[in-house]
């Protein structure tokens, strides 16, 4: 592998690789490599030796499951590329991937089109506002069709897409491309595997198609430029360096995305497409600019990729190894970062030493002295430091805005599988959510179980399977528990005495307490309404304190008693043998005695959900949130897209994020929020009755 060295600012692009799962992009990053020299192992995804598809997980599923970063030079300059899972379920990795990158390569599959992947990642470019461009994958593959693809583009994702590339021939018969910059046809040289090319006149029967794409590529072009547009109009030539330096400005206003093409596998397409990078993504300093907060002071700092500037760095990636313990991957926004250095972390408010500074080359690490503004890094074993902290200089502290990562939907729960998992499950599980934010896990008191959500049920169960081999902790996963509450109807009283007589003191305690029901939502109140001092004022809290103890253990089926209010009203007490003890067990009686007679019920936590979905879908969608006992609170549309919101009990909505996708192709998403308690219907109640009473039974025999 090539040595390492210093690349200035401006020799650096940094360029995120986006698409649907199975579109050829970490293949096609392979072959960036390998062409360029910066890789001397030419990788298979199939065989499970790709560059930036290395751990276990991956090869193991044959899918890109993380972001991984490699890099390709090209006539002096520094490529960096950022591979990124293409399956929803770890769409948190290809959003921090794209945080940090100034330009993005979207790549779709000659014979598959524009997927519900691709317009996730467009989205996710859209929202950063970064360059853009297409590459049509897999031109070798049996009906490949590059035509069809581009307007495929247009129509669904990006109007302002333009061929800057025609295949020569497609499937068995792609053997080049024609560049419609300079006009030329570069024929691939068979049996090499570095992407060379000769180049040559235009096949005839190309030459009318190419010269066509040619006009309309430079026309868009001239059009986002007054001085361009004007001398084309007067019949003036516009050169290939004028046309790219306009369309690289046109590009970070977001106004065209060109298309190129090529075969990943072969490397044919990819020095042209680098060749492009270059030329067309912007450097550090030429990107837009980040702003960044001042800690502590309402005051915001606008950074430039250059080495002049604060010192910025963000954290976009933490990962573990054996042995070296975590790496942290960063972006130098601004300022430039020596092998060495002290750096002040503001967020988390601590100094860090960063030893070992290095640029990574799929699973490699190479050291560098040094990293200039825009140049990505990784470092191992800082103290504090997590993702979405930034690292800067302690006399000029700033904060990069965060990575705003998806919200997991799915949970599970969880429970060690040998006890002596039980002492390392905790430590475990906080590691996996520092090295994947989408990833979370709690212990639920309530619920008395360990819940991780996360983004799919793929993404759950290649974080369980982390969990054994890099934390050799093992676990059985089950349904989470739903965190039932039960209330009354109607008003009650009853009297709780407890008298006991042992040797010495007795105990004594004698209360009588009516309860009755509040609206929804209000919880517990209590009064105190003794008079004549019946039961002195002293013990009164004691009452309150049983009822509130007894509330906590239910009254059907053992789950906490909410919405009423409790009066204390009357009661005795013996001025020997009362204490605090003896009027807590009577408050506990009373009442256990009045919920029974108050007509109890169970309630149920009803989640308010939004759907977005294509309006295709509408039906599935709607039929479906029916299915699961929702109520619809109303429709709006948005575009090509319907947002529905429902209410739906959380008993229903088990699994409910892979339903949606499975409906609607993955092309609907949907929000959660906790709305409040129903009463539960009489038949679901009595199955949760029974199933509280068997599960006290298995624990008491």
């Not at 390392?424 to 309530?446: N, R, V, W």
């Not at 009516?514 to 209000?522: A, H, S, Y």
């Amino acid at each position: 592998m090539a040595a390492a060295k210093e690349y200035p600012s401006t020799d650096i692009r940094n360029v995120v690789v986006l698409g649907h799962g199975g579109s050829g992009k970490t293949t096609l990053i392979d072959g960036l490599c390998f062409s360029t020299g910066t890789s001397r192992r030419r990788g298979s995804v199939k065989e499970g030796t790709a560059l930036t598809m290395h751990t276990d997980e991956e090869i193991g599923h044959g899918i890109s499951m993380q972001a991984s970063l490699a890099y390709a030079e090209w006539e002096g300059t520094k490529v960096t590329l950022l591979d990124t899972p293409g399956y929803l379920d770890f769409t948190g990795e290809a959003i921090a991937a794209t945080r940090v990158a100034d330009g993005a390569v979207v790549v779709v599959g000659a014979t598959t089109g524009v997927e519900v992947g691709t317009e996730k990642v467009w989205e996710y470019t859209q929202a950063r506002g970064i360059p853009r461009l297409f590459f049509v994958s897999m031109m070798d593959k049996e009906h490949a069709n590059y035509a069809k693809v581009v307007e495929d583009i247009k129509q669904e994702i990006a109007p302002r897409a333009l061929p800057a590339a025609l295949p020569i021939g497609a499937g068995e018969h792609f053997r080049g491309i024609v560049n419609l910059f300079t006009g030329k046809a570069h024929i691939f040289r068979k049996g090499t595997i570095n992407g060379e090319y000769d180049e040559a006149d235009i096949p005839a029967e190309l030459q009318d198609e190419a010269a066509q794409l040619r006009m309309e590529l430079f026309e868009s072009i001239a059009s986002t430029n007054d001085e361009l547009l004007e001398r084309y109009l007067e019949g003036g030539e516009i050169s290939t360096g004028e046309a790219l330096a306009a369309l690289k400005t046109a590009m970070l206003a977001g106004e065209l995305f060109p298309v190129f093409c090529g075969a990943g596998e072969h490397t044919w397409g990819v020095r042209e497409l680098l060749e492009a990078l270059v030329q067309i993504v912007p450097a550090p300093a030429e990107a837009a600019h980040e702003i960044a907060q001042r800690p502590g002071l309402d005051q915001v700092v606008e950074l430039k990729g250059e080495d002049s500037g604060p010192l910025a760095a963000l954290i976009f990636k933490t990962a573990s190894e054996p042995h070296v313990g975590e790496l942290s991957y960063f972006r130098v926004f601004s300022g430039s970062i020596v092998n060495g250095q002290d750096v002040w972390n503001p967020v988390q408010e601590g100094v860090e030493k960063l030893t070992h500074l290095s640029i990574p080359q799929g699973k490699e690490r190479i050291e560098v002295d040094r990293l200039h503004a825009g140049d990505i890094g990784v470092v191992a074993k800082l103290k504090k430091t997590r993702t979405n902290d930034t690292l800067s200089a302690q006399d000029r502290p700033v904060v990069l805005q965060a990575i705003n990562f998806p919200e997991p939907d799915i949970a599970l729960a969880v429970r060690a599988a040998t006890r002596s998992d039980e002492d390392k499950i905790s430590a475990g599980l906080a590691k996996l959510h520092d090295e994947d934010p989408t990833f979370e896990s709690y212990y639920d008191p309530e619920l008395k179980q360990t819940i991780i959500r996360g983004l799919g049920e793929l993404h759950l169960d290649v974080e369980m399977e982390r969990l054994k081999r890099k934390y050799h902790v093992e676990v059985i996963t089950e349904d989470p528990r739903i965190p039932y509450r039960e209330t009354i109807r109607r008003t009650a009283e009853a009297q709780g005495k407890h008298k006991k007589q042992t040797g010495g003191h007795g105990q004594f305690g004698d209360c009588h307490v009516r309860i009755k029901p509040l609206p929804r939502g209000e919880g517990y109140k209590f009064t105190n309404a003794i008079t004549g001092g019946v039961i002195p004022g002293k013990f009164i809290p004691s009452v309150d304190k049983g009822i509130q103890e007894a509330m906590g253990r239910g009254i059907l089926a053992g789950y906490p008693v909410v919405d009423f209010a409790a009066e204390c009203f009357f009661g005795s007490y013996h001025s020997v043998d009362s204490s605090d003890m003896a009027f807590q067990i009577a408050g506990s009686l009373a009442f256990q005695k009045a919920a029974e007679k108050a007509d109890p019920v169970i309630l149920e936590p009803i989640i308010e959900v939004e759907v977005t979905t294509p309006d295709g879908y509408m039906g599935d969608v709607m039929g479906d949130l029916n299915h699961r006992r929702g109520k619809i609170l109303g429709m709006d549309q948005e575009g090509a897209r319907t947002r529905v919101r429902a209410l739906v009990p959380q008993s229903e909505l088990y699994k409910y994020a892979t339903t949606l996708r499975s409906l609607t192709q993955g092309r609907a998403f949907h929000k959660r929020k906790l709305a409040g308690y129903e009463e539960v219907p009489a038949h679901v109640a009595q199955k949760i009755i029974e199933q509280a009473k068997k599960e006290k039974e298995e624990v008491n025999a």
